[in-house]
């Protein structure tokens, strides 16, 4: 094969090009260009970590310096996956160690971490900067001290919804007085204190801090200070919205927010309270996102607030919202593009707020640049959702939550298959749906049929028989990642389409109908799976093979069956089959 | 891709087979989706047919077929007896000799009358979330599904006890009048308020949690036990799961799904907290649900336990004990050699009774205090997370909660 160009020319190309498909596509032009682009690859990004083994990785791209990595599946956020189950990060940061000494970020999600694996990330790595924890667990405030005082270039360190054991807010302290490198400081999910005069001083001396992001533990008075040394502020988080009315508390907070000209987004307001909310109305116009779903302020005051903010591009917030306020959202916000509402109240049996789909329908109607959506209700109807679908065809993530399982349409009582259908016909974009309500085989079908966009599929108590299983598997073209629960699919669809698991990241099954001699089979046929029987009754030998399992976890892998599976976890595959005989 | 082929599936919605399926064709699908022939259902119109070999069950583990295959259940009932030989190794807390509430596997089988009487942990497994499309054609948005779907393995929602032993050594019967307060006639129990039997060879490789964690004990110094205050499990209603799940409306606070609503721990705890700061939540059931860690000392890893689904001491000391018992004899299955999975009645009895455990709690000071001290709302409002601790290591706990509780009153 001719060389057209020399090696490092195509190099210097390449280096332009940074989107991980486009890369891929490159790799696979021919063998040279393999060759090439597995040298110079910078940043990687493994959806699944056992899909793939720290070895195989390190082997193919010996210059990585940003890696990203995902552990446990979705369903993980809601107490699915028992514990134990595995995800653990330490030995991939050990083999990297030894393999990318010049590795400078790392983004972890739903992985364990554990205080050795970051203390092993700040002594290994001399130019690391950028560390984001989304979803971890396994670690404590000492972890975090450790990277505060090794990582000499820390730029980012962002902990989003981790389950952190505080053992003292000293591990701010940990940052040297020499650390002047940090863009963004993020750890909202931290419970305990921080040490707020280490906290001034780093932020004082930060000068290129973009981000801060506080966890309820500072006080409101505590956060002018912090404000008036970090003017250049874009991102904020606040800390505890809540004190006393104190004018001169409110006067300075307001001078505080109007020096940080520079500011975008906003989120925080712990316990907030409504009369300190207008301190921030002075740099509203700029704000384009706005997280208030830990905030629990009635209507009237979030509309108040979010009148001052037309250029709002975002926005997260509780159903204390109600349609009255959402109403008012879709006069004011034209730009919106995202839109998410929280039930306050998820277990209560009546609606604590009235919020219905109308907030929704409204909204859908005033924002035409709406993308995506994640709502919580009560209610639905089919009416609803068409006119939802007919408005915002531009939808590229529809996440419905309605509280009831297997509720119907609150006018006619009839399933929502028509409503979703309408959704997947108009919105060809979709990439993500999440259904809710009373739904057939029927609404799959439509899915299979209209969904060719769609990647992420997450279904609850919903579905017929297998043949909606079936739609999905066969129709879905771009389907990546399905999550199922308490659905009456078993065993056929999943062994009709056995070969399409292998053109998908994961398929997640917990209380349906598969049973063990499916996952047994299937494991056995198709090697590059990994068929994950979850159970925690016991080795699911112990019962008659026909019955079905708890939980079935599948995903594609090249690195075979993992070997740090729990008790509760059984590998159905040909060579963990001999440990059953 | 428009799907041509109308054999496939008929808009109708119901479902026809192609020609009758011999055998799901499991690999022949190489080219792709369109060339499946699916998928006769089981009982799509309540009948019995059951090709697969399926059984459309109810959460009782009964065949919603009126004329069940007796031959099947009582094979059933065999797998039964044979794995029964575990449940005289199931995990007890209590003192000792003292037996934890009667679990009967076989209920959810074979005895369809005693319907108000849920089995907690059946080996059976009562279907979860699976109902037959005879249920479901009810359009009434009617809740018996989600009553089914509440069937949950690894969060153990207790059934109503009616007399329960105590895991927490009170003195006596545990129908003693409320006092929180200790009196000296209660005298001390010889150190064991739990036995936890322990699998002997667990993963040496965890580290124990217990060295950092663990406070200075003062050996030697005798322990006060405060008995609880007993609560009739049926208060909160909530924790109840009614066997009875037909088309009566939700209760008035409903029992929680787990997972349901998908909301991500850290926001549901967050805002439990916050509404309780904000007053707003007097006279009603506790907000949300509230994750605590579970650690056992030796054991590989970590469990969680929702504490609003229990309402008493006593189905949380259930609970756990059905969680940490994967923890003995081969109750979880090992990957090894189906050998390990029975031991001998000598070792059995050792692991009972030689080991002896005691719970206890993080503080939302800092502090460890025994579970048990307190009544249980307080325990669940101050409660940070639990261990299952050795209760050598716990000596010494004791006196610490006797203060904090006189200086709380």
């Known amino acids: 094969m001719a060389y057209s160009f020399p090696e490092e020319v195509l190099e210097h190309v390449f280096s332009f090009i940074q989107d991980d498909k486009d890369r891929n596509a490159v790799s696979l032009v021919c063998k040279s260009w393999y060759e090439i682009e597995r040298w110079c690859r910078r940043r990687i990004f493994v959806g699944n970590c056992y899909a793939v083994s720290p070895r195989i990785v390190m082997r193919r791209f010996p210059e990585l310096r940003s890696v990203s990595l995902k552990g446990k599946p979705h369903f993980a956020d809601f107490n699915l996956v028992p514990e134990g189950w595995g995800g653990y990060v330490y030995p991939w940061i050990s083999a990297m160690a030894e393999a990318y000494p010049w590795l400078e970020e790392l983004r972890l999600k739903r992985m364990v971490v554990t205080d050795e694996a970051l203390e092993l990330i700040s002594r290994s790595f001399k130019n690391f900067s950028v560390l984001v924890l989304s979803s971890c667990e396994g670690f404590t405030t000492d972890g975090l001290a450790a990277i505060a005082a090794n990582c000499r270039n820390l730029r980012v360190l962002e902990l989003w919804e981790c389950e952190v054991d505080d053992r003292s807010g000293n591990w701010l302290s940990h940052f040297p007085e020499s650390c002047t490198s940090l863009v963004s400081l993020s750890f909202p999910c931290l419970d305990g204190e921080v040490s707020f005069s280490a906290l001034e001083r780093l932020v004082s001396r930060c000068t290129n801090l973009r981000t801060l992001r506080l966890n309820n533990s500072v006080p409101l008075d505590k956060l002018p200070n912090l404000l008036r040394r970090a003017p250049q502020l874009v991102d904020l988080g606040t800390g505890a919205y809540t004190a006393e009315l104190r004018p001169e508390l409110y006067s300075k907070l307001g001078d505080a927010f109007a020096g940080c000209k520079g500011l975008k987004s906003l989120s925080g307001f712990w316990e907030a309270v409504p009369s300190y909310l207008p301190a921030t109305y002075s740099i509203c116009a700029g704000i384009r996102s706005l997280n208030l779903s830990y905030a629990t302020i009635q209507s009237p005051d979030l509309v108040k607030l979010i009148r001052q903010c037309p250029n709002l591009q975002r926005l997260w917030v509780l159903d204390y919202i109600e349609d009255c306020g959402l109403n008012a959202l879709a006069t004011t916000c034209k730009d919106l593009q995202e839109l998410r509402v929280f039930p306050s109240d998820p277990f209560g049996v009546e609606a604590n707020v009235s919020l219905t789909e109308q907030g929704l329908v409204s909204v859908s109607e005033g924002c035409p640049k709406l993308q995506s959506v994640l709502y919580f209700c009560r209610q639905m109807s089919n009416a609803a959702l068409f006119t939802i679908a007919r408005n915002r065809p531009n939808l590229t993530r529809f996440r419905l939550c309605i509280i009831e399982p297997r509720a119907p349409d609150y006018l006619t009582l009839q399933p929502l298959d028509a409503g979703f259908g309408a959704i997947v016909e108009n919105c060809k974009d979709l990439q993500r749906l999440s259904l809710s309500g009373l739904l057939t085989d029927r609404v799959f079908e439509y899915i299979g049929t209209h969904a060719k966009k769609l990647e992420m599929l997450s279904i609850a108590f919903a579905g017929d028989s297998d043949l909606g299983l079936h739609h999905v598997l066969s129709g879905c073209n771009s389907l990546r990642k399905l999550e199922i629960r308490d659905c009456p699919f078993g065993d056929q669809a999943l062994l009709a389409n056995a070969s399409k698991l292998e053109t998908m990241r994961s398929l997640w099954m917990s209380s349906c109908s598969v049973s063990f001699e499916a996952c047994k089979l299937l494991g056995q046929k198709m090697p590059s799976l990994n068929v994950e029987v979850i159970d925690e009754r016991g080795s699911p030998e112990s019962r008659p093979e026909s019955l079905p399992i708890d939980k079935l976890y599948i995903y594609r892998t090249i690195a075979g069956p993992r070997c740090d599976m729990p008790s509760f976890v059984w590998n159905m595959g040909e060579r963990s089959a001999l440990r059953f005989s | ?409």
């Open chain 2, 1 to 409: 891709m428009c799907r041509g082929s109308s054999s496939l599936y008929s808009l109708g919605g119901k479902l026809l087979s192609s020609g009758n399926l011999m055998s799901p064709p499991l690999l022949g699908v190489g080219e792709g989706q369109s060339n499946v022939s699916v998928v006769s259902s089981p009982s799509v119109d309540g009948s019995c047919q059951n090709g697969s070999g399926l059984k459309e069950r109810n959460y009782m583990g009964l065949s919603d077929c009126s004329s069940v295959d007796s031959s099947a259940i009582s094979g059933l009932a065999e797998e039964n007896k044979s794995s029964l030989n575990l449940k005289a190794t199931e995990l007890r807390l209590g003192l000792p000799g003292s037996q934890s509430p009667e679990r009967d596997p076989e209920l959810c089988l074979l005895n369809p009358g005693k319907l108000d009487e849920k089995p907690l942990f059946p080996l059976l497994p009562s279907k979860d979330g699976i109902y037959s499309s005879s249920q479901k054609a009810v359009v009434t948005g009617n809740k018996r599904g989600f009553s089914d779907a509440m069937d949950n393995f690894s969060e153990v929602k207790s059934a109503v006890f009616t007399e329960g032993n105590w895991m927490f050594p009170t003195v006596g019967s545990d129908s003693e009048t409320s006092q929180s307060k200790p009196q000296g006639k209660f005298h001390v129990s010889p150190g064991v308020n739990a036995i936890l039997p322990v699998r002997p060879s667990l993963n040496s490789g965890v580290k124990s949690a217990s060295a950092k964690e663990h406070s200075g004990t003062q050996p030697g110094m005798k322990k006060d036990i405060v008995p609880l205050k007993p609560r009739a499990s049926n208060e909160t209603g909530h924790n109840t799961i009614g066997a009875s799940n037909n088309n009566t409306s939700a209760p008035a606070a409903k029992a929680q799904v787990v997972g349901w609503p998908p909301i991500r721990s850290f926001r549901k705890n967050t805002l439990a907290t916050t509404s309780k700061n904000n007053d707003e939540v007097d006279g009603k059931p506790g907000p949300g649900a509230l994750f605590v860690k579970v650690s056992m000392d030796g054991a590989p890893y970590l469990r969680k336990v929702d504490l609003r689904t229990y309402s008493a001491y006593q189905e949380l000391s259930s609970a756990l004990e059905k969680m940490f018992s994967c923890f003995t004899i081969g109750q979880c299955g090992s990957h090894g050699a189906p050998g390990r999975e029975m031991l001998s009645e000598s070792k059995l009895r050792d692991l009972l009774h030689g080991s002896e455990y005691v719970l206890t709690y993080e503080d939302k000071d800092g502090d460890w205090m025994l579970v048990g001290d307190v009544p249980w709302e307080m325990f669940i409002d101050s409660c940070k997370r639990l261990r299952i601790m050795k209760s050598s290591d716990a000596i010494g706990l004791a006196p610490r909660a006797m203060e904090k509780c006189r200086n709380r009153n």
